[in-house]
């Protein structure tokens, strides 16, 4: 009698596990992805002025590289890579959206 007790314990106890579980997995996919009000500071001070050097470092490297770029006929991947995506980092994300590219 005893052992069957113990067995139907570990039975409900493994069920009730499962259960929330099932539960817990079923709440990742309500998960908040609005920025933390830390990352927007960090964002607002720190990455938003690099990304902005960068860009500005970036257009230079273009204008400079643009006459080889000309003879090679390979003008837009240089652009985009040195001027368009780290000028959409800079000014077209949300504050704090560190994940979006």
């Given at each position: 009698m005893n052992r069957r007790l113990s067995r139907?314990?570990?039975?409900l106890a493994a069920a009730a596990l499962l259960a929330l579980?099932?539960?817990a997995g079923a709440e990742d996919s309500q998960i908040d992805t609005t920025p933390s009000a830390e990352a927007m500071p960090?964002?607002?001070f720190i990455?938003?002025?690099l990304a902005l050097a960068c860009t500005v470092v970036g257009t230079a490297v273009y204008i400079?590289?643009?006459p080889f770029n000309i003879l090679t006929l390979n003008v837009v991947e240089p652009g985009r890579?040195?001027?368009v995506e780290p000028a959409k980092f800079t000014f077209t994300r949300d504050l704090g959206d560190l994940d979006n590219e």
């Open positions: 139907r314990a570990a039975h579980a099932c539960q960090f964002d607002l990455l938003r002025p400079v590289a643009l890579r040195l001027v």
